[in-house]
């Protein structure tokens, strides 16, 4: 583990990811049930930067790559299938926003290898091609099709990804620039990208106070029961804020 997460880190992985499902549950809550008040939409700014961290933490350290991604995508399409069937629409959770997030930091890592390890130009040029190829024929996937945070936000893992070195033989110069203090300026320019150019512009700004809590890291997992807490406590939580709204408009006669 690097020992840079120990600076000031008193909060483990499972931590985070608890405070995050908390938040994301206020801001559904809000979105749902408390519409006129904003204050849960404000607080719930900050759950989406915890999980687009973790993303990154996960693609870092996973030794199964296919089972990861197979796992968030069957998730959304899952959650697709009942959000399409239940309210009538096509709509792009964030499973599937983090599921594309992970096939390119697949192929940044892939990208990588090629220039850092393999060394042969012509691979190297048609990765790295095939890398800004991707990113290019995303953005207007994005802006023609919904995705949860759109754009922009499918970018926060990519980014917290690009200096991670970690599983490449690179030289020790290479190797001090994958740190997390570094990593930490990575997610704060992504999350200033998402302030400026996310959607809920007005108050997209808050998802920056997740940053101390993400410095507050100290690179450890915690808890092993937790690791797929966050794919279980998503639909569960749908689920109830769903059947409580269902009550409510029976009660209010709707």
């Known amino acids: 583990m690097d020992n840079s997460y120990n600076k000031i880190g008193i909060l483990s992985g499972s931590t985070l990811k608890i405070i995050a499902c908390i938040l994301m549950a206020i801001d559904h809550v809000g979105l749902e049930i408390f519409p006129e008040h ?20 996960g693609c870092k350290y996973t030794k199964n790559k296919l089972k990861r991604f197979l796992t968030v995508f069957f998730v959304g399409a899952i959650l697709f299938v009942f959000y399409l069937f239940y309210m009538g629409e096509a709509y792009g959770n964030i499973f599937l926003t983090f599921s594309v997030s992970i096939l390119l ?16 130009v012509f691979l190297s040029a048609l990765s790295a091609i095939a890398f800004i190829a991707s990113l290019v024929l995303l953005y207007f996937v994005f802006d023609n099709v919904h995705f949860e945070y759109g754009y922009v936000g499918m970018l926060v893992p990519v980014i917290v990804s690009l200096f991670d070195f ?89």
Not at 38 to 57: D, N, V
Not at 225 to 239: Q, R
């Open 105 to 120: 930091i697949y192929l940044l890592q892939f990208t990588k290898k090629q220039i850092f390890e393999c060394k042969n």
């Open 166 to 254: 970690s599983r490449l033989n690179v030289s020790d110069g290479i190797k001090r620039v994958d740190s997390f203090p570094l990593t930490l300026v990575l997610f704060a320019i992504s999350l200033i990208l998402l302030s400026i150019f996310g959607r809920m512009a007005d108050i997209q700004f808050y998802c920056l106070f997740a940053i101390p809590l993400v410095a507050l890291y100290n690179g450890k997992p915690g808890s092993r029961k937790m690791k797929y807490a966050f794919y279980i406590f998503y639909p569960a939580h749908i689920v109830i804020i769903e059947g409580i709204v269902f009550l409510i408009q029976i009660f209010n006669g709707g």
């Open 38 to 57: 904003i204050i849960f939409r404000i607080i719930g700014r900050l759950a989406f930067p915890l999980f687009a961290f973790f993303i990154a933490e």
